[in-house]
């Protein structure tokens, strides 16, 4: 019975770093992401393009595109463009 317990708990301990290192790496991706929409931030108010102009940009170069984050990000991705 002890034995049990201890393999049962070495293996949610190994299921929870896994988790962890998962959730670290979308942090990660969070955290470019939201750097690089700075980025197109800083650019778009130092250099102001005209309206035509930024819409025929957005129909050809997205903004961004959604990236495939797993449950993880679901609160984030509620804040995407």
Do not use: G, R, W, Y
């Not at 988790?19 to 955290?31: C, G, P």
């Not at 595109?65 to 463009?81: M, P, Q, R, T």
């Amino acid at each position: 019975m002890l034995e049990n317990n201890v393999s049962d708990h070495k293996l949610n301990v190994e299921a929870m770093i896994k988790n962890l290192n998962t959730i670290s790496l979308e942090l990660k991706k969070m955290k470019e992401l939201s750097q690089l929409l700075l980025c197109d931030l800083t650019l778009h108010f130092n250099n102001p393009v005209k309206t035509e102009d930024a819409n025929e940009i957005e129909k050809n170069n997205p903004l961004f595109e959604e990236s495939k984050l797993s449950d993880v990000s679901l609160a984030f991705n509620s804040f995407s463009i």
